[in-house]
């Protein structure tokens, strides 16, 4: 028997946010210069090949020479952009499947 306290099982809804936010993020960066791009990809994924961990805009700025705070701004810029696209294009598509008991 299995212990089920420990499996999360996303619902629907759960699952339409993050589908419909992801193509808000990449709806942004189809209009977004190379650079700022290129910035968001190295903080969302890394680069193990040249040492950048995920997420870290410090070893970005080591390995760049970029300063922390132009990566933080970008990411930050990126992130406001894609929250406005998904509230404009999708926010009533995930209200209307709202499931509540």
Do not use: C
């Not at 942004?28 to 193990?48: A, C, M, Q, V």
């Amino acid at each position: 028997m299995y212990d089920t306290d420990e499996i999360q099982i996303e619902s629907e809804q759960e699952t339409n946010y993050k589908e419909y936010f992801y193509k808000s993020l990449e709806a942004i960066l189809k209009n977004t210069e190379w650079y700022e791009t290129r910035i968001f990809e190295l903080y969302s994924n890394g680069d193990t090949d040249k040492g950048i961990k995920p997420r870290s805009a410090r070893s970005i700025s080591r390995i760049t020479g970029i300063s922390r705070q132009e990566i933080l701004r970008v990411i930050k810029e990126i992130k406001q952009k894609a929250n406005e696209h998904f509230n404009t294009n999708y926010r009533h598509i995930i209200a209307s499947t709202d499931i509540r008991p």
